[in-house]
């Protein structure tokens, strides 16, 4: 069975809040990699997919999640991927024309390492994939990326 394309979906993952200044982009779809869910309820946004082992979320918050509509992915503890790769690639498979990525780039060193390179793995031609690691935007691409900056602007 094919999944719908989605134009953009939206992965909110844990660790350092965003930028204050960062208004989230409207998206089709709202994927949560874990505590990421909280992410989502501070920006009024609600979670259509919430994905990892669950140890990181507020129990009220899972339960609430529970309450609607949303898919929840539990995954065993024991497992080869991070949540947000996970998530990242619960993302990747509605077939999204943009894939934006808010958070995951503090707590554990080893989860923020690991960003790029899940990062990557979703990256496919004709796909936007970005990434707002608190006041940093990061742009993946296989294709061409076109900036919007001025000389001397830091890139």
Same mark, same amino acid.
């Given at each position: 069975?094919?999944?719908?394309?989605?134009?953009?979906?939206?992965?909110?993952?844990?660790?350092?809040?965003?930028?204050?200044?960062?208004?989230?982009?409207?998206?089709?779809?709202?994927?949560?990699?874990?505590?990421?869910?909280?992410? %989502?309820? $501070?920006? *009024?946004?609600?979670?259509? =997919? /919430? #994905? &990892?082992?669950?140890?990181?979320?507020?129990?009220? @918050? +899972?339960?609430?999640?529970?309450?609607?509509?949303?898919?929840?992915?539990?995954?065993?503890?024991?497992?080869?991927?991070?949540?947000?790769?996970?998530?990242?690639?619960? %993302?990747? $498979?509605? *077939?999204?024309?943009?894939? =934006? /990525? #808010? &958070?995951?780039?503090?707590?554990?060193?080893?989860? @923020? +390492?690991?960003?790029?390179?899940?990062?990557?793995?979703?990256?496919?031609?004709?796909?936007?994939?970005?990434?707002?690691?608190?006041?940093?935007?990061?742009?993946?691409?296989?294709?061409?990326?076109?900036?919007?900056?001025?000389?001397?602007?830091?890139?």
């Amino acid at each position: 069975m094919d999944l719908p394309k989605r134009p953009t979906v939206l992965v909110l993952a844990g660790g350092d809040p965003p930028h204050p200044d960062l208004v989230l982009p409207e998206a089709d779809l709202v994927v949560a990699a874990d505590s990421g869910a909280h992410l %989502a309820v $501070a920006h *009024g946004r609600q979670v259509d =997919v /919430l #994905v &990892g082992d669950l140890d990181s979320i507020a129990a009220d @918050a +899972l339960a609430a999640i529970r309450r609607t509509d949303a898919q929840v992915e539990d995954h065993h503890p024991d497992k080869d991927a991070t949540d947000l790769e996970l998530a990242l690639a619960r %993302a990747a $498979a509605e *077939g999204p024309g943009r894939l =934006v /990525l #808010v &958070g995951g780039h503090g707590g554990r060193l080893d989860h @923020a +390492l690991s960003v790029p390179g899940a990062l990557a793995q979703v990256a496919a031609p004709g796909r936007s994939v970005e990434a707002w690691l608190g006041s940093a935007q990061v742009l993946v691409t296989v294709d061409e990326v076109v900036l919007d900056a001025r000389p001397g602007e830091q890139v």
